[in-house]
């Protein structure tokens, strides 16, 4: 495979992973409860690296999530932007003919 090809699988993947996290924790933040005396989030007494026991962790992998998908969204479309004009022109083309 091209190097251009394994790139473009290799951002495919990405995107479709941080999308996935960002869902999720798009979800969790929207179900788990939040305010004072809520205890934000669900509390543990061990602390990782992947520790997402509160609103304010969720919060902050989700934000970056939909950074990196933002970004990947951006090289997605430099890599895919000769494919993209053809596919353009073949639309309004056949639609004027």
């Not at 990947?72 to 639609?95: E, G, M, P, S």
């Amino acid at each position: 495979m091209r190097i251009k090809t394994r790139l473009k699988v290799a951002v495919d993947i990405l995107l479709f992973l941080s999308g996935l996290i960002s869902m999720a924790t798009g979800l969790a933040l929207l179900i788990l409860p939040s305010g004072p005396g809520s205890r934000a989030g669900l509390a543990s007494a061990s602390s990782s690296l992947l520790d997402l026991t509160t609103r304010g962790d969720l919060r902050l992998v989700h934000e970056w999530s939909s950074i990196m998908i933002i970004a990947l969204i951006f090289l997605h479309l430099l890599l895919n932007w000769r494919i993209i004009l053809c596919y353009a022109k073949n639309a309004f083309r056949t639609a004027s003919q």
